[in-house]
């Protein structure tokens, strides 16, 4: 083969094997096919022949004393190998995400229905339920605090914790405080509980170990977050905690509190017995933290142009009864409460309160669902107090790179919000109803037959929002990657491990695509996800891809750097070596030699911890701060058909415009963008934890309703590759922002329609119907 | 427990009559439920499933004798075009798989009174058979359901199928849920115009304690009906006919919406059926 011996930079000749599945691609995800026909092991699925069952006895009243626990009936159960309570806890009586507030059982007090009482191990599930069910509690019941404002400002309200009810209040101010505005709208806006309805319950087997630890296969969102919790609570260091991502079906957000990880290691540790939990899909209900139900109070003012002057804004949300991450989430909804829009004068309040009602946590958009519900409605107020058209106010008042924040944060890349608002209001609309047939399945009510077409009013609405991408406000949040390279059976092939939990978003999926771009190798297998390697933080923030896939590209880039050393020493070449096809190749020379033939039986093994920008503590006073890492952005719209006479909607269609900086895995953005989308949907038209004096109403798929094929209606979906000059590959956490914009465009669509008000979501029918 | 698995109907009944407080089973999907969430622990199952006969439809003396264990499914292909009601309504219950499992005899036995079944049977005036080794009664479908979740069945008895005309003229279903599919009834209505008697029927769902037929808007719209030269209905009858089947509910606030809601949704499900089977006769003649 003859090759000019000059070659320029980049030369045409040096391609060989093009590498397959690589970044920008869409390769299957190795799980799908196994999901797809029932065989995906999920944690629910563990097994081990000597195991035993554990199950949890949970408060039925969401606050009171309690007076005394009889476990004997428990006790005398057959089969039953040990009960245990508050006092049975090894180590740390409490745990808890950003504060230790939680009990590992209830103490003395029960704050909500459902905290879990007691425990108990037996040799089968239905002996297990049978026991809880003997144990005796007396309990004096106490009147629940069920508001959250009530609990930060009612001077007789009951104090719920030590340190009182308050978890956080963020005070956002920016600007002039006393500005005024020729045009002023205020609107009051609701919330309602969301759930994050994931299909596989709560679940782990822990498995005592010789050296006196556990080993624990759970399904969850941050297996290093839980291994220091429960190697705390169990009175272990975190050496004898070792935990194993079991197969996870689903979180968003919900996962990321402890459920039953220090209970089944405690019934394990004095069983001596593997110990298995699985929550019922009720009991689910009660064992992990719903999105914050939240009340906010808006005053915008604004230029008879319509340009923003001042925002004012009051929000509570309500934490329940622990606090769980409710501080991070009035973090979101303070800074993020403008939107993304300008505002030069801010005032912003909100509110964590510790309340007796189901303890709120993460749920996909975290916080900015909740304020974007109630900015996008304001604008559309807006808009109809001055004459202009919904996308028209919001594009008046876009924010855009170079943008200040009311944090004082200067937005430093890409924000293309009047774009999207423009090119999402010029996708094709879908055609008007016919009125001389019908097809129930595309009316409101569906199947149902309802209606053939009378009362049916179409309404269109626009909704945007803005997320906060990784771990904001001086977090230190980091990802590790393990990165082996090796030649195995003759083929170069490279082994990704770290401790990023896959829940279904399809991370080890991109994992290898890194590996692959980044050192050219087709063959890339995943380690399970274990703590045996350093923390891959959590799988939320829309983090993962950005920060461990951040990681495992530099790991890749360390490892293919020691590798380039070792082709340069042992070809005897210098100069600028890159890897493709599993080739060496000079930038000079074109291909040199198999990465195989140069690694030989070398092993390289490297670990990196990979750090995002770092940001900064938001002042206490002034919410003034460099708290976000990155922005993201989606807009919908929505179109509905609502019939008024009955208050059925039928989402028609749910076009969507997001800016994900760079599409890892296409194929992968599009399913968020979808998924997303439908979890707002649900938020806008169905899916509400209905909770009453404390009490949820709705603990089942019966009466808890998520969307179905025939509620979902199909996307148009235009994603923008608009790169983040400090994010890996320029990409932009793509999970959360559809759940945000989904819900306000169609509240509003339905507003378009109904010609209503309607200042609360979920809509129900009794909402349009005026029967409420 | 005790299981038991007859093959033969006078076997089932014998079992029957020796467990009155047996509890059957036909496509499990109520009672399946029921066992796993630990509400009932039955002593004594019986599973119906093998009996030939209850899976079987035929005609006798120009009505349908419906066997207890035929499927939604089943009732939607083979009976669509002659029990359009009753298939409207078949098509709205829980998802394929319920439907392929789900039974008309399992909806009467559990008598909840949001099943789907019972506003069509009650508007085209359906029977139950009802049978045990006493002998077997025939049981007006308006007559049958007597609480929540009770019905007219002695202890010993099992449903073994319901007699039912095929439609003599249009029939409408309607239902409210709150989302487009795989839905419990917030609150339903169904429809039967019976040009042969003139008269029509009707059956509100999950709006009482039981379903229940609205007496009074049939007594009115049998009045303002002209059958022989029938003309487009004025919207002032339609409504007032709307008025009479609310008035006809005493329903609860719950969980799945409140009482004025289904009050109003069942006064506009009712004119919009009502407008929808007349307009249809008014093409058909
Ligand atoms: C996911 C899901 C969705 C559902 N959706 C709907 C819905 O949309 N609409 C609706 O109406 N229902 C719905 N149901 C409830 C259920 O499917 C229906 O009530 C169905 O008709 C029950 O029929 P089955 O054959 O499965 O009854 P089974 O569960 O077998 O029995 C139901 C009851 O009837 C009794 N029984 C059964 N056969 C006989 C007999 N021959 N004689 C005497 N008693 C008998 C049983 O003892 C039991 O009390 C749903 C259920 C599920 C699980």
Known sequence: ?772 | MEFHKPRTWPEALAIKAEHPDATPIAGGTDVMVELNFDVHRPDVLIDLTEIAELREWFTVDGRYRVGSGVPYARIIDELGATLPGLAMASRTVGSPQIRNRGTVGGNLGAASPAGDAHPPLLAAGAEIEVASVRGTRLIPADEFYTGVKRNAMEPDELIAAFHISPADGPQQFAKIGTRNAMVIAVCSFGLALHPSTRTVGTGVGSAAPTPRRAADAEAFIAGELDWDSPLPLRDSVKRRFGELVAQSASPIDDVRGTAGYRQHALSVMARRTLGWAWDEYRRNR
């Open chain 1, 1 to 772: 083969m003859s090759r000019p011996t000059k070659a320029p930079d980049k030369a045409p000749d040096r391609i060989t094997t093009p590498i397959t599945g690589g970044v920008g691609e869409s390769p299957l995800r190795p799980d799908g096919t196994l999901k797809v026909k029932g065989e995906f092991a999920y944690s629910s699925d563990l097994w081990m022949d000597d195991m035993l069952w554990g199950a949890t006895l949970r408060s039925p009243h969401p606050y009171a004393r309690i007076v005394s626990i009889d476990l004997s009936g428990a006790w005398q159960t057959p089969g039953v190998h040990t009960v245990m309570t508050y006092d049975d806890v090894p180590g740390e009586k409490l745990f808890g995400l950003e504060h230790t507030d939680q009990p590992v059982m209830a103490h003395e007090v029960v704050r909500y229905q459902g905290e879990a009482v007691a425990i108990v191990a037996a040799d089968h599930p239905e002996t297990a339920r049978r026991a809880v069910d003997k144990i005796v509690v007396e309990y004096e019941v106490l009147e629940p605090l069920t508001d959250a404002e009530e609990a930060v400002f009612a001077t007789d309200a009951p104090t719920l914790h030590p340190g009182g009810n308050l978890v956080r209040h963020l005070p956002i101010r920016r600007g002039d405080q006393h500005a005024t505005a020729d045009v002023v709208v205020r609107g009051e806006y609701e919330v309602g509980m969301q759930d994050q309805a994931f299909l596989g319950p709560e679940s782990g087997l822990a498995v005592p170990a010789e050296d006196g630890g556990v080993d624990l296969y759970i399904a969850t969102q941050w297996l290093h977050v839980d291994q220091k919790q429960v190697a705390k609570c169990l009175g272990l260091p975190n050496d004898k905690v070792r935990l194993m991502l079991a197969g996870v079906g689903g979180a968003f957000g919900a996962r990321e509190d402890l459920s039953m990880q220090v209970h089944a290691s405690m019934l394990a540790l004095r069983t001596g017995r593997p110990v298995k939990i699985v929550y019922s899909r009720e009991e689910s209900f009660f064992g992990h933290v719903h999105r914050h139900p939240a009340k906010l109070y808006y005053e915008h003012g604004a230029t008879r142009e319509g340009r923003l002057v001042y925002v004012k804004a009051r929000m509570f949300l309500d934490g329940g009864a622990y606090a769980s991450s409710t501080g991070a989430v009035v973090a979101n909804a303070a800074t993020l409460g403008v939107g993304p829009y300008e505002a030069p004068n801010v005032t912003i309040d909100c509110w964590g309160a510790y309340t007796n009602n189901p303890p709120c946590g993460a749920m996909r958009g975290f916080g900015a669902v909740q304020a974007a519900f109630a900015y996008e409605s304001q604008m559309d107020r807006l808009a109809a107090e001055l004459g202009l058209d919904p996308v028209e106010v919001r594009v008046r008042n876009a924010m855009a790179e170079g943008t200040t924040m009311p944090t004082g944060q200067v937005v430093d890349s890409a924000a293309p919000v009047a774009e999207m608002l423009r090119r999402v209001e010029a996708m094709p609309l879908p055609p008007a109803a016919p009125t001389d047939s019908y097809d129930l399945r595309e009316l409101p009510g569906g199947v149902s037959n309802t209606t053939h077409g009378e009362g049916v009013v179409r309404g269109i609405g626009y909704g945007i929002g803005i997320k906060n991408v990784c771990f904001s406000e001086g977090f230190d949040d980091f990802s590790t990657a393990r990165v082996r390279l090796e030649v195995i059976a003759g083929e170069p092939t490279a082994m990704v491990h770290t401790a990023a939990a896959e829940v279904g978003q399809g991370l080890v999926t991109v994992q290898a695509q890194i590996a692959r771009t980044e050192l050219g190798v087709e063959r890339v297998t995943i380690h399970p996800a274990d703590t045996q390697v350093g923390s891959g933080g959590s799988t939320s923030a829309s983090r993962q891809t950005y920060m461990t896939g951040g990681a495992v590209k530099a790991a890749c880039e360390k490892v293919r750097g020691l590798l380039l050393d070792i082709a340069r020493e042992r070809l005897h070449v210098e100069g600028q070596l890159h890897l493709d096809g599993g080739k060496i190749v000079s930038d000079r020379h074109g291909v040199l030699a198999d990465l195989a033939e140069v690694l030989g039986d070398e092993v390289i093994d490297e670990t990196v911890e990979w750090r995002h920008r770092p940001t900064e503590a938001l002042d206490p006073t002034t919410g003034q701060g460099f708290a976000h890492v990155q922005y993201a952005f989606a807009v919908h719209r929505a179109v509905v058909d609502v019939d008024v006479d009955l208050g059925l909607v039928r989402v028609v269609a749910l076009d969507c415009v997001q800016d994900v900086g760079k599409a890892i895995n296409p194929d992968a953005v599009v399913g968020q963008i979808h998924g997303g989308s439908a979890q707002g949907l649900g938020l806008a038209v169905m899916e509400e934890i209905q909770v009453r004096d404390g009490k949820i109403r709705n603990p089942s798929f019966t009466d808890y309703l998520i969307p179905t094929i025939l509620d979902m209606p199909p996307m148009k979906v235009d994603v923008l590759e608009l790169a983040d000059p400090h994010a890996p590959y320029g990409l932009r956490g793509v999970g959360e922002p559809p759940t945000i914009s989904s819900t306000p465009a169609i509240v509003a669509a339905i507003r378009a329609a109904t010609g209503l008000a309607i200042p609360r979501c979920p809509v129900r029918p009794e909402d349009i119907t005026g029967t409420a």
